[in-house]
């Protein structure tokens, strides 16, 4: 059936580098897409979404990138600090359906100081 | 953003017991989520409960399973039910906002052990 999913399951990079987790859709219908980052023992926490009619989104020291012509949907992170570290999920919304997400299967950032 | 609590924040139960999952929000909400993750793993929408009607299961969970009460806009209960080893997992609830993009946001979670 029609998923969400990523590429890399463990990202480790350097303290003060910059991180890039990516996400793979396959559903071009798809209108909504979030990036959550989960800590140990706690629930997902919203960090940044963006709408099929954008192509880019910009918070604070995270971007997300999304290429509607691959399917493709990615989250920058600069300067990676280790409070950084946790689980980061991208999720699909499909308004259509009523607001249900579905998740991609997550990586896990580590930060190496 | 809405503040969320859930309880119990963990517990074990024993097989073929029961256990009742409270989530309370600090605002008015339409639309609560329940999902469940289970070790390792991502999240999967379990159903959604609006308040005033019988909730929305998604395929693979059923109501006789994983009762679901929404008394009022702030407040709702996910029962696991005739619970297993396999229902073991963190149980959490999510609200949609009221911003422009209906991002939902989530409590905390219900760690869930059967033994």
């Known amino acids: 059936g029609e998923s969400v999913g990523l590429h890399l399951p463990t990202l480790s990079v350097q303290e003060g580098d910059n991180s890039i987790i990516n996400c793979a859709y396959s559903?071009?219908?798809?209108?909504?897409f979030i990036w959550y980052k989960q800590e140990s023992g706690k629930g997902p926490q919203f960090i940044i979404d963006?709408?099929?009619?954008?192509d880019k989104r910009q918070g604070q020291r995270v971007t997300v990138l999304l290429n509607k012509t691959v399917k493709h949907l990615s989250l920058q992170i600069a300067a990676t600090q280790p409070g950084d570290s946790a689980v980061y999920f991208c999720?699909?919304?499909?308004?259509?359906?009523?607001?249900?997400?579905?998740f991609g299967a997550g990586t896990i950032l580590r930060v190496k100081s | 953003s809405a503040v969320i609590s859930q309880k119990p924040s963990r517990d074990i139960c024993q097989r073929g017991t029961s256990l009742t999952i409270q989530c309370q929000v600090d605002?008015?909400?339409?639309?609560m989520f329940w999902y469940r993750q289970q070790p390792g793993q991502s999240l999967t929408l379990i159903a959604t409960?609006?308040?005033?009607?019988?909730?929305?299961?998604e395929s693979g969970f059923v109501i006789d399973k994983f009762p679901i009460s929404r008394p009022n806009l702030t407040f709702s209960t996910l029962t696991v039910s005739n619970m297993s080893p396999e229902d073991s997992s963190i149980y959490l609830c999510?609200?949609?906002?009221?911003?422009?993009?209906?991002?939902?946001?989530f409590g905390p979670g219900t760690r869930l052990t059967v033994l």
């Open positions: 605002s008015q909400v339409t639309m």
């Open positions: 999720a699909e919304n499909r308004l259509e359906y009523g607001n249900k997400l579905v």
């Open positions: 409960a609006n308040q005033g009607s019988e909730a929305t299961y």
């Open positions: 999510s609200v949609e906002s009221r911003g422009p993009f209906n991002e939902q946001f």
């Open positions: 559903n071009s219908a798809s209108d909504y």
């Open positions: 963006i709408r099929s009619n954008m």
